[in-house]
């Protein structure tokens, strides 16, 4: 009698701590532009009033102004490209790989209202086995308040997971969060983590 290992393969793709973070540099980035704003105006109404007397002073604010506009502006969340650590597989993993290429994290943000859903981990993963292999996908969130408030949803090629890849074949996986109604203001500050967890087996 002849036993075969079936090999199972396992990855997980971490996306980083998510919450407030990215409005706060909004608000930062808002606060150092209308600063520099004013610097300017100042500038314009001492080179017109005491042009020589406010030479001094109007180069001393001058460097002020720069290194205000030096601080970051405000700016949107928007999907970054994971970097090779952001994927790690299990001793031995072959049976499939995560195209990190095309990897996109979704910052879920203090922005995300009741209602909302958010893409946060895009994942598109290829069947590197010789034969047919059956992948699922879950997703793990850490603790704290915010995590026992948001609705995950893993979907593989839009539809549930687990599914059959042929050889070569890739599928699109996508983790999606959204807050479930009535939280409060106090969750929606708060950061998680959240993980995908691939799982393959040979066919």
Known sequence: MVV???????????????????????????????AAGLVVLL?????????????????????????????????????????ASDVDYSAGCTLFTVDEATLVFEPVTANLLPG?????????????FAGDI?????????????????EVEVLVDGGAAPVVLAPGARAVVEVHVALAAGV??????????IDLVLTASER
């Open 4 to 34: 075969g290992v079936t090999q199972t393969c396992t990855a997980v793709v971490a996306l980083a701590d998510t919450g407030a973070d990215g409005l706060l540099a909004g608000v930062l980035g808002g606060v150092a532009l209308a």
């Open 43 to 83: 500038l314009l109404v001492l080179v017109r009033s005491e042009r020589r007397r406010a030479r001094a002073l109007v180069v001393l604010l001058a460097l002020a102004g720069v290194a205000v506009l030096a601080l970051p502006g405000p700016h949107t969340a928007s999907p970054a490209h994971a970097a």
């Open 134 to 150: 059956e992948l699922d996908a879950d997703a793990l969130l850490g603790s704290g308040p915010l995590a026992g408030v948001l």
């Open 184 to 193: 409060s203001n106090a969750a929606q500050a708060q950061t998680v983590t």
């Open 116 to 128: 909302d859903d958010v893409r946060a981990i895009q994942a598109v993963v290829e069947n590197r």
